[in-house]
Nanobody, 125 residues
Framework: QVQLVESGGGSVQAGGSLRLSCAAS?????????MGWFRQAPGKEREAVAS???????GYADSVKGRFTISKDNAKNTLYLQMNSLQPEDTAMYYC??????????????????WGQGTQVTVSS
């Protein structure tokens, strides 16, 4: 059974940083999975934030480029999202996701099969 468990959310002031983690279990050959972070703010649609297949295969939403960094520790089956220079508009529930999408499709992939329960990020001005 696949489980994705996010952690690291919280409340910070604008300009601050947070590091989200997503511990995965039940994903054989974790290194071959496309992993992603999504977010959903109240009253808004869920949006893709970043995705990664490997260090040299990542994708970011324009709104977070240069501020957020996605990474993946295959030895620990854990996905990370380092978020710097946080702004109030980054406030949302953040979800991690996993899929067997191929490397070439991962940076823009949206149809993830497995999802975590989410972790809340709140940024105050």
């Amino acid at each position: 059974q696949v489980q994705l468990v996010e952690s690291g959310g919280g409340s910070v002031q604008a300009g601050g940083s947070l590091r989200l983690s997503c511990a995965a279990s039940g994903l054989p050959y974790y290194s071959t999975y496309c992993m992603g972070w999504f977010r959903q703010a109240p009253g808004k649609e869920r949006e893709a934030v970043a995705s990664i297949y490997s260090t040299d295969s990542t994708g970011y939403a324009d709104s977070v480029k240069g501020r957020f960094t996605i990474s993946k520790d295959n030895a620990k089956n854990t996905l990370y999202l380092q978020m710097n220079s946080l702004q109030p508009e980054d406030t949302a529930m953040y979800y991690c996701a996993a899929d067997r999408a191929p490397r070439w499709a991962c940076s823009r992939y949206r149809g993830f099969e497995f999802w975590g329960q989410g972790t809340q990020v709140t940024v105050s001005s």
